[in-house]
C-alpha cells in the first residue's frame, strides 16, 4: 500500500540550502514600543510625585492654620488679662 517509487535523478529539483537560524536572543518589544512605555511609566511616576507633594504641601498649610488659629486664640486670651480697663471674669 504505502510503497516507494522509483523517481529518475533527472526528474528530482536541486536541493536549497536553507540559511543557518539566528539563535540570538530578540527583544521582547519592539524598541519604539519599549520608548512609548518607558515615557508612559515615567511621566506616571512624575505625576504621582507631583501629587505626592502637593498633598504636603496641602498638609503643611493645613497645619500652619491651625498653628495661626491657637497663635490667634492665646494672644486674645494675653490681651484679655492684660487690658487693666475690662473685667477679667464673673
Do not use: H, K, Y
Not at 543557518?20 to 518607558?38: E, F, H, K
Not at 507633594?53 to 486664640?73: E, K, P, R
Amino acid at each position: 500500500m504505502n510503497r516507494s517509487v522509483e523517481v529518475r535523478r533527472s526528474a528530482l529539483q536541486p536541493a536549497i540550502p536553507t540559511p543557518p537560524l539566528d539563535l540570538s536572543p530578540q527583544p521582547l518589544l519592539v524598541p519604539l514600543a519599549q520608548r512609548l512605555v518607558a515615557a508612559g511609566v515615567g511621566s506616571g511616576v512624575a505625576l504621582w510625585g507631583g501629587g505626592q507633594f502637593l498633598a504636603g504641601a496641602g498638609q503643611l498649610a493645613s497645619t500652619l492654620s491651625g498653628v495661626g488659629a491657637l497663635l490667634f486664640c492665646l494672644a486674645i486670651g494675653w490681651s484679655a488679662r492684660s487690658s487693666p480697663g475690662l473685667p477679667s471674669g464673673p
